[in-house]
Structures are given as C-alpha cells and as structure tokens.
T-cell receptor, first 113, second 112 residues
C-alpha cells in the first residue's frame, strides 16, 4: 500500500456520461498530480494541485476538470465521455510543491463503452 | 517542451544477467531524473532517482548514471531476478512548475 488511495478501482460507463475519480494523497503530502495512462500515449500529465491551488496544467481536455479540497483529497471530473477516454487514471502525491519523489496510487481503470 | 526517448521498448534477459535501459532528453535545464517500476495492475513505484549534480547513484542491485553533456541517463539492474519483471519508466523534471515528462516505458522480462 503506497498510502495514496484512489477510488473506484474500476469504472465502466457509457459515452456521453460524466464520472468523478477520487484521490486521497499520502498523509502529510500537499501536492496531488493526475496522470492518464493509455497504451499508445504512455503516462500523460493532466494537472497538479498544491494545497488547494492549481499549479500546472498539462494535456488536459476542456471536458476534464479537477479540484483539491481543504482536506487535501482531489477529484478528477470527466464529462461528455468518449471511447478514447478509456484509460488508467493515476494520481500521485508528493510532500513538496515540486514533483520530487512521487508516490502513485493504484489507479482507476475507466472503460467507456 | 521536453522530449524524452526511452530504449529499448522491450528487453528479455536471463535470470542473473544485467539489464540496461537508456533515456535521452532534450532540455539542458532538466535537473531531476527518477525511474519508476510498474508491476501489472499497480501504479508506478519510484525505485531510484538522481539529481543533476550527481553522476551516479546506487541502491543495492540498481544504479542510475547520468551524462549531462550528452543528455542521457541509464538504469542498470544487476543480478536480475524474476521479480524484476515489470515495465520501467524514466522521467525528467525541468524545474519550477514544469511537468514531469515520462519516457514511453520498457517492458523487462527476466527469464528464470
């Protein structure tokens, strides 16, 4: 157990729907990073939050949004889902505002049908 | 943006042999180079990292070497064991709020 908790582990949903993925960082970590992992794209950075504030955005679609709450857990919202959004979604946490030494969660496997 | 190339994409070695995975990067300002191991069904796990002011770092059977001039760094695994079988990712960080860029991964298979 890495200490980073992601729920749910698996999610199957239809095209056009909206889902919310949840991440609880390791105790004491203030940074949460979201990544998308697909077979042909590898690990793609989506977004980074530090202590509730957005710090950096990567290749995140406009249909996707995220936030980090006062208790430091984070949610990634995916809407108007398309087949191509099927992937593993990982969050990682770190104790600093910079990504030294990520700890990844075990991921959420999203399947859009 | 940063461009990270990782080779080989797949690697098969006999148990007890060594394995070497290499990554090249483009941004000379990059200063942090971690390696992650991802086992089936799990998230990537940090196994070793190196900063730009260090040329080599070892941790038991794992070592990382960095050549800043040539802009490449390598993961070395000695005395490989079946439990080393996994996908290995290199990553590069360039500072500030820049993202970490991951390599495309190397699937290592250690044959007993």
């Amino acid at each position: 157990d890495s200490g980073v908790t992601q729920t749910p582990k698996h999610l199957i949903t239809a095209t056009g729907q909206r889902v919310t993925l949840r991440c609880s960082p390791r105790s004491g970590d203030l940074s949460v990073y979201w990544y998308q992992q697909s077979l042909d794209q590898g690990l793609q950075f989506l977004i980074h939050y530090y202590n509730g504030e957005e710090r950096a955005k990567g290749n995140i679609l406009e249909r996707f949004s995220a936030q980090q709450f006062p208790d430091l857990h984070s949610e990634l919202n995916l809407s108007s889902l398309e087949l191509g959004d099927s992937a593993l979604y990982f969050c990682a946490s770190s104790g600093q505002d910079i990504p030294y030494g990520y700890t990844f969660g075990s991921g959420t496997r999203l399947t859009v049908v | 943006g940063e461009n990270v190339e990782q080779h080989p994409s797949t690697l098969s070695v006999q148990e007890g042999d060594s394995a070497v995975i290499k990554c090249t990067y483009s941004d000379s300002a990059s200063n942090y180079f971690p390696w992650y191991k991802q086992e089936l069904g799990k998230g990537p796990q940090l196994i070793i990292d190196i900063r730009s002011n260090v040329g080599e770092k070892k941790d038991q059977r794992i070592a990382v070497t960095l050549n800043k001039t040539a802009k490449h760094f390598s993961l070395h695994i000695t005395e490989t064991q079946p439990e080393d079988s996994a996908v290995y990712f290199c990553a590069v960080y360039s500072g500030g709020y820049q993202k970490v860029t991951f390599g495309t991964g190397t699937k290592l298979q250690v044959i007993p």
